[in-house]
């Protein structure tokens, strides 16, 4: 029998909807093989390819896990210690939405995800929606300088229809996933994007948001010129449980460059003497949002 190829993009109670070239999508179960033996992490996830076979009562087994090339992975605690729950595999690019204002835009929130995908490996990109509701001032003040620190900006609005057309372009052929907190206009942005495709997104998380705390859905919808965008429920927050205080330096470029040039190997960059960091920072070289950020991610208190 002739296994086919095809992608994960869609996982409920043990049910996997797979996306084949030969035979469109095919809901399939897991062979009783594979889950054998002991895990630290997730078996099969959204994005992973996997061979499937088609059995003689209609029904679909999955036989064959790929290999994967990357995921955006959750840490989480268990009895055998961190578990890796994998939220998205062989993803292509994290995307990271936030508004300019209507919510004014948590930047201790945005810097926390850079961090995360930075750890992950990951490529980034930022979308800073809504512009049409701040001065183009206030608008590079918030995100001007990302660039600089290796991480691209979308600036972008539904209402003025600025930014949808290179935005499409940037998805198109990639695994992609958009995070985001509540209200920053990511459905609006998709249904710009590809019509009806925010409603979609929306009824899912909705659906999630209704369902049992057990309930979990992950999904990720086709696009029409290739590739594609990943839902992913839950993901408000995301606890860093393998960053340790004394490397998040390290997540932060600008800071990373200065390391060195401090006068203790053990800085903070708090108040120690000597402190290259702290000597960038009153030269204004280092935006002070960026810093707070990274104080108040180091002492535990990002809100």
Same mark, same amino acid.
Request: hydrophobic share 35%; net charge neutral.
């Given at each position: 029998?002739?296994?086919?190829?095809?992608?994960?993009?869609?996982?409920?109670? $043990?049910?996997?909807?797979?996306?084949?070239?030969?035979? =469109?999508?095919?809901?399939?179960?897991? #062979? $009783?093989?594979?889950?054998? %033996?002991?895990?630290?992490?997730? &078996?099969?996830?959204?994005?992973? @390819?996997?061979?499937?076979?088609?059995?003689?009562?209609?029904?679909?087994?999955?036989?064959?896990?790929?290999? #994967?090339?990357?995921?955006?992975? /959750?840490?989480?605690?268990?009895? /055998?210690?961190?578990?890796?729950?994998?939220?998205?595999?062989?993803?292509?690019?994290?995307?990271?939405?936030?508004?300019?204002?209507?919510?004014?835009?948590?930047? /201790?929130?945005?810097?926390?995800?850079?961090?995360?995908?930075?750890?992950?490996?990951?490529?980034?990109?930022?979308?800073?929606? +809504?512009?049409?509701?701040?001065?183009?001032?206030?608008?590079?003040? &918030?995100?001007?300088?990302? *660039?600089?620190?290796?991480?691209?900006?979308?600036?972008?609005?539904? +209402?003025? +229809?600025?930014?949808?057309?290179?935005?499409? #372009?940037?998805?198109?052929?990639?695994?992609?996933?958009?995070? %985001?907190?509540? =209200?920053?206009?990511?459905?609006?942005? &998709?249904?710009?994007?590809?019509?009806?495709?925010?409603?979609?997104?929306?009824?899912?998380?909705?659906?999630?948001?209704?369902?049992?705390?057990?309930?979990?859905?992950?999904?990720?919808?086709?696009?029409?010129? =290739?590739?594609?965008?990943?839902?992913?429920?839950?993901? +408000?927050?995301?606890?860093? @449980?393998?960053?340790?205080?004394?490397?998040?330096?390290?997540?932060?470029?600008?800071?990373?460059?200065?390391?060195?040039?401090?006068?203790?190997?053990?800085?903070?960059?708090?108040?120690? *003497? =000597?402190?290259?960091?702290?000597?960038?920072?009153?030269? %204004?070289?280092?935006?002070?949002?960026?810093?707070?950020?990274?104080?108040?991610?180091?002492?535990?208190?990002?809100?």
């Amino acid at each position: 029998m002739e296994n086919i190829r095809g992608i994960v993009v869609k996982s409920q109670s $043990g049910f996997f909807d797979i996306d084949t070239k030969t035979h =469109g999508e095919i809901t399939a179960r897991l #062979r $009783g093989r594979l889950k054998q %033996g002991a895990r630290t992490g997730d &078996l099969i996830a959204v994005g992973d @390819w996997v061979e499937v076979s088609l059995q003689e009562d209609g029904t679909a087994m999955i036989e064959e896990i790929e290999e #994967r090339k990357s995921a955006f992975v /959750r840490m989480a605690p268990s009895s /055998r210690g961190l578990y890796e729950q994998v939220i998205i595999a062989n993803l292509d690019e994290v995307l990271l939405v936030f508004a300019c204002d209507d919510p004014p835009p948590n930047m /201790r929130m945005l810097d926390r995800f850079l961090i995360i995908a930075e750890r992950q490996e990951i490529p980034i990109q930022i979308i800073a929606n +809504k512009i049409d509701l701040v001065s183009r001032r206030q608008m590079r003040y &918030l995100f001007g300088h990302y *660039p600089e620190l290796g991480y691209p900006v979308f600036y972008t609005s539904v +209402k003025k +229809k600025r930014g949808i057309r290179k935005l499409r #372009r940037q998805l198109k052929g990639k695994i992609s996933v958009l995070i %985001g907190p509540s =209200g920053v206009g990511k459905s609006s942005l &998709l249904n710009a994007i590809q019509p009806d495709l925010g409603l979609r997104v929306s009824a899912v998380s909705q659906a999630t948001r209704k369902g049992r705390h057990t309930t979990v859905v992950r999904q990720m919808f086709k696009l029409d010129k =290739g590739g594609y965008v990943a839902d992913t429920p839950g993901l +408000k927050a995301l606890p860093m @449980w393998d960053v340790e205080p004394e490397e998040l330096d390290g997540y932060f470029p600008e800071l990373a460059e200065l390391v060195p040039e401090c006068q203790y190997s053990n800085c903070t960059h708090v108040e120690e *003497p =000597g402190c290259a960091v702290l000597a960038a920072l009153e030269a %204004g070289k280092i935006h002070p949002e960026r810093y707070e950020s990274y104080v108040r991610i180091r002492y535990g208190d990002e809100d």
